[in-house]
């Protein structure tokens, strides 16, 4: 039988399913591994071919784990919450738990195609009530919380509260709002409930607070900064501003530090470390007070370079600045409320990436210098974030490029400060270098010197003190949407209260409509009678995206048996699998996804709930398989108007055209199929072409692979075609898993064949199964084991591609030496097992192993002896040119290499009855026969 890998793949994919091969227990004498991919999000579109390359390299090893001797978790679920399904619903008015399911059903169909090992029976959706659930339920205790400093960890509010019943609020170091009270015990006491929810919020670690958000009005929500484009919403293209709500936030900020010596021991790369630490942005500097000229207000702002304080000449605030409408005189009001206007069309992302373009506008206001009250103008300008630092800046022209060019723009003063200036145009930290010149207190310092000094000074006046400060901010923990999880939160007295925990979930009502209200409240306030206990309001703001992928992996770690349990996860899973040993995912998630993950990790531990301190141990980012386009080049008129006639590739420069991409399922091998083109538009009915050699050949150019480029190649069809072991080798032999690499379907017919020329050696000339007992030779155990020692270091390191190029030379070898030996095939089987594990399963059982499957085999073990060299095959020369090569032991010496060379036959019949009047033998490199 020749190799049906429809039928055969089909089996396999039906009995791992019926027997839950795959699925694990949660305690084993073996080792624990526990392999993660990213999860999905199910979304109409269903998978195309680039989707399965990080679960396939995650597969690979996982059943390769297996192999080893591990007890392997590889789980699968889907985040199933979020705005594509909601969009769609408020455009059809359907359900979005209806597309998610139908969605989610398109993926399993093709996950199950592709032979994927995932333990079914632990599948999450975070959309789900049993599994938000538990998403609500971290809520609480992040509510319920608060950051301890003397212990450098999260505290349950209780110890808070009991804090303040016995000494008030002395000596407490947390991480809170700038507003915390001092009390005394009575004073606290004494306070009504009211003053003490108000006072435990500025320290609770998920709390309410103002904030400047991005507003999408069209699509009625707050958007994440990765969500926004130049100023529109990057779904839907709509207008995107900076507006000012409450909102939920959580404090990750108290982690920042510990979230960057994290970073120290885990294995992930590089580039995404160094993102998190960029976004984390550690500054060590001071805090300024500059009291304003005219009123009691002060404006803070943080430096690291307090040693230039002399060389302000100017303030900036964030126009969203609390102070900017009191610091506005009435004859800068209209040009204040201008910019303003202009700045909320901008992103935050954007408003930091433009360093080129300068703007502001003067408030009409002044500060004072606090060490030596030079009146400095007040300004704002859009490159200043409120929510970032104080949201105002110190700026010194002479040290600072982009003062400078400020400066420069508005004709504000630069003031020398040091004694060995540079060029300030072309240099922007002048100020590390000479000593400083225009203050008695710090003249004759160097930069190192003076800061100390400074800081000490501004303590003493009560003007600023030492700080470290973050780039990040506190997370914003809210979405005025309808498809996410419900926060379980009620309002009394216009204050938040948890719900109790025995009424979790809090799952969503139902509602007419998708949209806001037509009052402007999110779409939960459309439901009716809700409310808690019949009589508190809900919070009609859910979770954004990023809640219920924030502790997923743990919930995997639950059985399906363990899952009735009142629990996040059982503490005896979490003891057994710990963490994560292997994350396979994207890098565009390195300041979402896996920084807020982090974050709730550590929580969960300093409350006990978890044992580890990082939920992944090893990350790897998998590289993006980009589309290869192909073009149609249609021939443009005199007019300039497009017709219907369209030219070859290799000919279009001969005419006037335009090139318009055209769907690569009808193109084989860059030429076009003529007759699915005329049926794929109306227009291109009648089509005409100019052929180039009989042929119309497509262009081509490599792109992102989406629909609009008709450039998305469906991994259904290739499976259709070629089988899922055929889509899982060449996934991975399109190059290195982390690099970026185009998707050329030209090159599949070569592994497809591969896999055909393996299956014939396990069957003779009639396709009959055939397999010999007889022992194997030293060249067998050679290819054997130098394929064995490949696989396991290259699975090892990640270097999936280049194990597919060894099982093709492997395999050729075999079938060059005629090998049907059961004791190479067998092993072989094994090796290949985590690549391509329908067909070896086939090859398993066809063996006559006993019943079960090849997933539990042993790997093999690899013995160097057989790639010791103790022959070489000689090449044989007739006067100098080549004829044949002839094995010979290393060991013979030249007389007898010399003696055996001319008793073979095949030297014979090349002599054809000349005596050879010399015989050169260079030991271990030639033999050459003079006649």
């Given at each position: 039988m020749d190799y049906q890998f429809r039928e055969l793949e089909s089996k396999w994919q039906q009995y791992w399913a019926e027997n839950q091969t795959y699925k694990v227990d949660n305690t084993s004498s073996k080792p624990k591994y526990y392999v993660l991919d990213m999860f999905p999000y199910p979304s109409g579109a269903g998978l195309h071919v680039g989707h399965p390359l990080g679960y396939i390299a995650s597969d690979i090893f996982a059943r390769y784990k297996r192999l080893k001797g591990y007890n392997v978790l590889h789980p699968m679920g889907y985040d199933s919450f979020g705005l594509p399904a909601e969009q769609y619903a408020i455009q059809t008015g359907q359900h979005p738990a209806l597309t998610t399911e139908q969605n989610i059903a398109t993926y399993r169909r093709q996950l199950d195609q592709i032979g994927f090992s995932f333990d079914w029976s632990r599948e999450v959706?975070?959309?789900?009530?049993?599994?938000?659930?538990?998403?609500?339920?971290?809520?609480?205790?992040?509510?319920?919380?608060?950051?301890?400093?003397?212990?450098?960890?999260a505290e349950r509010i209780e110890n808070l509260i009991q804090h303040f019943s016995l000494k008030g609020s002395e000596g407490i170091r947390a991480v809170s709002d700038e507003d915390t009270l001092s009390f005394s015990a009575d004073e606290w006491n004494q306070f009504s409930e009211r003053q003490q929810q108000e006072e435990l919020l500025k320290y609770r670690l998920t709390f309410l607070k103002e904030s400047t958000v991005n507003w999408c009005a069209a699509l009625g929500t707050v958007l994440a900064n990765d969500e926004v484009k130049d100023g529109v919403s990057e779904r839907g293209g709509y207008p995107v501003e900076q507006?000012?709500?409450?909102?939920?936030?959580?404090?990750?900020?108290?982690?920042?530090?510990?979230?960057?010596?994290g970073l120290d021991i885990i294995d992930w790369p590089d580039p995404l470390k160094e993102m998190q630490r960029n976004w984390i942005g550690k500054s060590t500097g001071a805090s300024v007070i500059f009291p304003l000229e005219k009123g009691d207000d002060a404006i803070e702002v943080f430096t690291t370079r307090v040693d230039t304080?002399?060389?302000?000449?100017?303030?900036?605030?964030?126009?969203?600045?609390?102070?900017?409408?009191?610091?506005?005189?009435?004859?800068?009001?209209?040009?204040?409320?201008?910019?303003?206007?202009?700045?909320?069309?901008?992103?935050?992302?954007?408003?930091?990436?433009?360093?080129?373009?300068?703007?502001?506008?003067?408030?009409?206001?002044?500060?004072?210098?606090?060490?030596?009250?030079?009146?400095?103008?007040?300004?704002?300008?859009?490159?200043?974030?409120?929510?970032?630092?104080?949201g105002a800046v110190m700026a010194v022209p002479?040290?600072?490029?982009?003062?400078?060019?400020?400066?420069?723009?508005?004709?504000?003063?630069?003031?020398?400060?040091?004694?060995?200036q540079k060029d300030i145009e072309h240099e922007a930290d002048a100020t590390k270098e000479g000593r400083y010149i225009n203050s008695d207190l710090i003249n004759g310092l160097t930069y190192q010197e003076a800061i100390p000094v400074l800081i000490e000074k501004l303590e003493q006046l009560k003007a600023g003190k030492a700080k470290i400060q973050y780039r990040m901010r506190d997370a914003i923990f809210g979405r005025q949407r309808y498809w996410g999880e419900p926060v379980p939160v009620y309002f009394k007295d216009g204050l938040p209260y948890l719900i109790d925990e025995q009424d979790l979930p809090l799952v969503l009502p139902e509602v007419d409509k998708y949209l806001p209200t037509e009052s402007g409240e999110p779409p939960l306030g459309r439901a009716k009678d809700w409310k808690y206990k019949g009589e508190y309001e809900y919070?009609?703001?859910?979770?954004?995206?990023?809640?219920?992928?924030?502790?997923?992996?743990?919930?995997?770690m639950t059985s399906a048996d363990e899952r009735a349990e009142n629990v996040m996860a059982p503490q005896p899973a979490i003891e057994y699998w710990k963490d994560v040993d292997l994350y396979i995912g994207g890098s565009e998630h390195a300041t979402g996804h896996l920084l807020y993950s982090r974050f709730w990790n550590k929580f969960l531990k300093d409350l006990g709930y978890v044992i580890e301190d990082e939920p992944f141990k090893k990350l790897i980012n998998q590289g993006m398989i980009q589309g290869r386009s192909n073009f149609v080049y249609r021939v443009i008129d005199e007019q300039g108007k497009g017709t219907n006639v369209f030219v070859s590739n290799g000919l279009k420069d001969q005419y006037k055209v335009s090139a318009v991409h055209v769907d690569v399922n009808i193109v084989e091998n860059d030429v076009l199929d003529l007759e699915r083109f005329r049926k794929s538009r109306e227009e291109y009915a009648d089509a005409e072409f100019i052929f180039?050699?009989?042929?119309?050949?497509?262009?081509?150019?490599?792109?992102?692979?989406?629909?609009?480029?008709?450039?998305?190649?469906?991994?259904?069809?290739?499976?259709?075609?070629?089988?899922?072991?055929?889509?899982?080798?060449?996934?991975?032999?399109?190059?290195?898993?982390?690099?970026?690499?185009?998707w050329n379907t030209n090159g599949i017919e070569g592994v497809f064949k591969f896999l055909r020329k393996l299956w014939r050696l396990f069957h003779d000339e009639q396709l009959n199964f055939k397999v010999s007992e007889e022992e194997p030779t030293k060249a067998e155990l050679k290819s054997l084991h130098k394929i064995i020692l490949k696989v396991q270091e290259d699975i090892e390191r990640f270097s999936f591609n280049t194990s597919v190029s060894s099982f093709m030379i492997c395999v050729n070898e075999l079938t060059e030496l005629k090998c049907n030996k059961r004791k190479i095939l067998q092993d072989l089987v094994v090796v290949l097992a985590p690549y391509a594990p329908h067909i070896t399963e086939e090859l398993w059982t066809l063996l006559g192993n006993p019943a079960g499957t090849v997933s539990f085999a042993s790997y093999p073990k690899f013995n160097p002896d057989y790639l010791v060299e103790d022959e070489f095959a000689y090449p044989i020369s007739l006067n100098g040119k080549m004829k044949m090569n002839l094995n010979m032991s290393l060991t013979l010496e030249a007389l007898e290499i010399e003696r055996f060379v001319l008793e073979n036959e095949d030297v014979k019949r090349y002599l054809d009855g000349k005596t050879p009047k010399k015989v050169i033998v260079v030991k271990g490199k030639i033999v050459n026969l003079v006649v």
């Open positions: 959706r975070t959309s789900d009530p049993a599994y938000y659930k538990w998403t609500q339920w971290i809520f609480m205790q992040l509510f319920n919380s608060w950051y301890n400093l003397e212990e450098d960890k507006k000012k709500m409450m909102q939920w936030s959580m404090r990750i900020t108290a982690y920042a530090d510990r979230l960057l010596q304080i002399f060389g302000v000449s100017f303030l900036v605030i964030a126009p969203e600045h609390e102070l900017v409408s009191s610091l506005t005189t009435p004859q800068q009001k209209e040009e204040i409320e201008t910019y303003i206007a202009q700045t909320k069309k901008k992103s935050e992302l954007d408003r930091m990436a433009d360093a080129k373009t300068v703007s502001g506008a003067f408030t009409g206001s002044y500060a004072l210098n606090p060490l030596n009250g030079t009146k400095i103008p007040v300004w704002i300008a859009d490159y200043v974030l409120a929510g970032y630092g104080t002479s040290g600072d490029q982009r003062d400078w060019l400020f400066a420069k723009h508005f004709n504000l003063p630069i003031i020398q400060i040091l004694d060995a919070e009609l703001s859910t979770m954004p995206g990023w809640a219920g992928s924030s502790w997923y992996w743990y919930r995997y180039e050699n009989g042929k119309y050949v497509c262009g081509v150019e490599v792109e992102k692979m989406s629909k609009s480029k008709f450039n998305v190649v469906n991994p259904d069809d290739i499976i259709e075609r070629y089988g899922a072991d055929t889509l899982r080798l060449y996934e991975m032999f399109l190059g290195p898993l982390e690099q970026s690499k185009p």
